[in-house]
Nanobody, 122 residues
Framework: QVQLVESGGRLVQAGGSLRLSCAASGRAFSGYALGWFRQAPGKERDLVATIGWNSDSTYYADSVKGRFTISRDNAKNTAYLQMNSLKPEDTAIYYC???????????????WGQGTQVTVSS
């Protein structure tokens, strides 16, 4: 069992940077794969990035490669999404998720945060 709470979302200008945090609770946090997903108005939930339990494996959607970085600090029970060179199309609610295994299908992920709004203005 793990509980997740996202924070850090806000309004930012295009080209700016933002770091999202995901505070987790649970004894076995380090044993879970983590992911960041986002959902824009009128669109389905999309995978942004994932990271393995020991930070050995990462995956990024093509739309964010070179701009976003996923990381985790198991000692602090915290995951991060560093977002640089933000674009208006990055505007969405961002969700942190945890799962026993990595997956590209969001419906298979077991634990979710409440989401945090990121708005990028032009």
């Amino acid at each position: 069992q793990v509980q997740l709470v996202e924070s850090g979302g806000r309004l930012v200008q295009a080209g700016g940077s933002l770091r999202l945090s995901c505070a987790a609770s649970g004894r076995a946090f380090s044993g879970y794969a983590l992911g960041w997903f986002r959902q824009a108005p009128g669109k389905e939930r999309d995978l942004v990035a994932t990271i393995g339990w020991n930070s050995d494996s990462t995956y990024y959607a093509d739309s964010v490669k070179g701009r976003f970085t996923i990381s985790r600090d198991n000692a602090k029970n915290t995951a991060y999404l560093q977002m640089n060179s933000l674009k208006p199309e990055d505007t969405a609610i961002y969700y942190c998720a945890a799962n026993y295994r990595l997956s590209t299908n969001w419906r298979t992920w077991s634990y979710w945060g409440q989401g945090t709004q990121v708005t990028v203005s032009s």
